[in-house]
């Protein structure tokens, strides 16, 4: 929801740009601390979702460790200050050298997603005489039952080491010195809406950890991955049910006393934090379409392009000033970018719109601004924060 203040203050600066609410990161990221504090369990903020440093450095200050991807993510979470033994390292294809910097800078845990990968990591640890804490990226096979195009946790995505890869995996951690096996780690998808899901992820989870312990292995960690989803159809509802999610954990999941559960959620802390602020360019009403061309397109949010996501659209300065008195048209809402998928929505009904009007992109906080392109060699998108203005 925006006050007239800030809509009257967006007309003055040059569009497009994400527009940061870090009041309301604050709150969340204080309502999912204090959620989690009661079961003690371990947030990891998945940097994939915004690695903008503004944003990482709140998320740093209020005692969260990181989940990173990639050199650079763990690069970026040790130069904003998250404590290195916080530091998680996922990821199905790491390369020598983003390993190599990892070892370097002493990381708590590389979550492993292949047999091959342990062996390499068990050389390149060798070579630096360093140990490697692991835990294993187990494929559960859960259903998540989100878009397809982020659903990671069954038997036909990359990710993972597969059920039946098990007994290999667990005679090569045994022979291998340099790996020190601490835990399983799960991912089953992202903006994950029926919180049943996570049921079915705490009942395989058990049988996992079981059949490691059977096999003599003693688990420390047991990490369940993130993808809470977050409203996108009412981004004024704007704090995740965090309560929800971590009692579901707390009753389904088996935790053995001494073992520590890790969470590593992106979404839910950062999406509904910002919007992405535009202008409208022109108005082209044609005989069967009504378009609005803005000044932001696939190359700002690439979301609705590439997974046909749902971003609510607001059109900030009719609504003000006309209220409900205003007729209401459909338009397709598109960007300028030659490309018939760049389209934020299509039969969106608005108030009537002009050139020149602001609209706002809602809940584009998470995978927003990190997505974005170059193509068309557009501007870099920029920032604006809620204390700046
Ligand atoms: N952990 C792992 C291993 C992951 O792969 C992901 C997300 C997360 C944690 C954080 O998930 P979250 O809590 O944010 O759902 N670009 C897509 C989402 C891709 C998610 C990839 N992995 C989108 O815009 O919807």
Request: some cysteine.
């Amino acid at each position: 929801m925006f006050a007239d203040k800030d809509i009257s203050k967006f007309n003055n600066i040059e569009t497009p740009f994400y527009y940061y609410d870090t009041d309301l990161l604050q709150k969340t990221l204080r309502t999912c601390a204090d959620a989690a504090a009661p079961y003690q369990f371990h947030i990891h903020y998945a940097l994939k979702a915004n690695f903008n440093s503004v944003l990482l450095n709140q998320i740093k200050e209020i005692g969260f460790g990181a989940d990173c991807v990639s050199a650079g993510e763990v690069r970026r979470a040790v130069e904003v200050g998250f404590d290195h033994k916080k530091i998680v390292f996922a990821g199905v294809g790491k390369s020598d050298k983003e390993i190599n910097e990892a070892l370097d800078l002493d990381i708590f845990c590389f979550n492993v997603e292949s047999i091959q990968e342990l062996e390499v990591l068990n050389e390149l640890a060798g070579k630096k005489g360093k140990t490697a804490q692991v835990a294993i990226r187990i494929n559960p096979n859960v259903d998540a039952h989100t878009h397809h195009n982020i659903t990671t946790g069954l038997d036909e995505n990359k990710f993972g080491i597969n059920s039946w890869d098990l007994p290999e995996c667990a005679e090569t951690l045994k022979a291998s010195p340099n790996l020190k096996f601490i835990g399983i780690h799960f991912h089953i998808g992202s903006q994950i809406t029926n919180l049943d899901v996570y049921k079915n992820l705490c009942v395989r989870v058990n049988e996992f950890a079981a059949w490691f312990e059977d096999k003599g292995f003693s688990l420390k960690v047991l990490n369940v991955g993130g993808g809470l989803g977050i409203d996108y159809y009412n981004p004024d509802h704007q704090i995740p049910d965090f309560e929800s999610y971590f009692k579901i954990f707390n009753e389904f999941l088996t935790v053995k006393p001494g073992q520590e559960v890790h969470f590593e959620l992106g979404r839910a802390l950062v999406g509904q934090s910002a919007s992405l602020i535009t202008r409208v360019l022109y108005i082209k009403n044609g005989k069967k379409k009504n378009f609005v061309v803005l000044d932001a397109g696939m190359t700002e949010l690439m979301r609705p392009a590439l997974y046909q996501a749902y971003h609510k659209i607001e059109n900030l300065s009719q609504s003000r000033a006309t209220g409900s008195k205003s007729e209401i048209v459909k338009y397709d809402i598109v960007g300028p970018i030659c490309e018939s998928t760049d389209c934020f929505g299509k039969e969106v009904e608005q108030p009537e719109s002009f050139r020149g009007d602001i609209f706002a992109i809602r809940s584009a906080g998470a995978y927003g601004e990190v997505m974005a392109s170059k193509y068309n060699l557009r501007d870099a998108i920029r920032s604006v924060y809620s204390y700046e203005i």
